[in-house]
């Protein structure tokens, strides 16, 4: 399984962006594909996954309200529409392939995309 990440950047709080996932390399039925992020000197956390086949989606309670995760199965590709950004979701942002909540369900990464939001 191949994961490539895009679409990071820096924007001011309040702003919005789109960070992207392109997949390949299996078939994803059965399988989440998830946004993870990691803080500088913070441990790796989980922020919203969504299940290729139901498109069952399930968010961090931070992103709640404000980031929509969706895929496009056509292009085997997962978006993570961030809107109204605050600094601390400044982090590396990173896609992968599993199941659940939790890191531990996930085995399959992509190498990260930067996003930074200034104050």
């Known amino acids: 399984v191949q994961l490539q990440a895009s679409g990071g950047g820096l924007v001011q709080a309040g702003g919005s962006l789109r960070v992207s996932c392109a997949a390949s390399?299996?078939?994803?039925?059965?399988?989440?594909m998830a946004w993870f992020r990691q803080a500088p000197g913070k441990e790796r956390e989980f922020v919203a996954a969504?299940?290729?086949?139901?498109?069952?989606?399930y968010y961090e309670d931070s992103a709640k309200g404000r980031f929509t995760i969706s895929r496009d199965k056509t292009k085997n590709t997962v978006h993570l529409q961030m809107n109204s950004l605050k600094p601390e979701d400044t982090a590396v942002y990173f896609c992968?392939?599993?199941?659940?909540?939790?890191?531990?369900?996930?085995?399959?990464w992509g190498q990260g995309t930067q996003v930074t939001v200034s104050s």
């Open positions: 992968a392939v599993g199941t659940g909540t939790e890191r531990i369900g996930y085995d399959y």
């Open positions: 390399g299996r078939t994803f039925s059965g399988y989440a």
């Open positions: 969504i299940y290729w086949s139901s498109g069952m989606q």
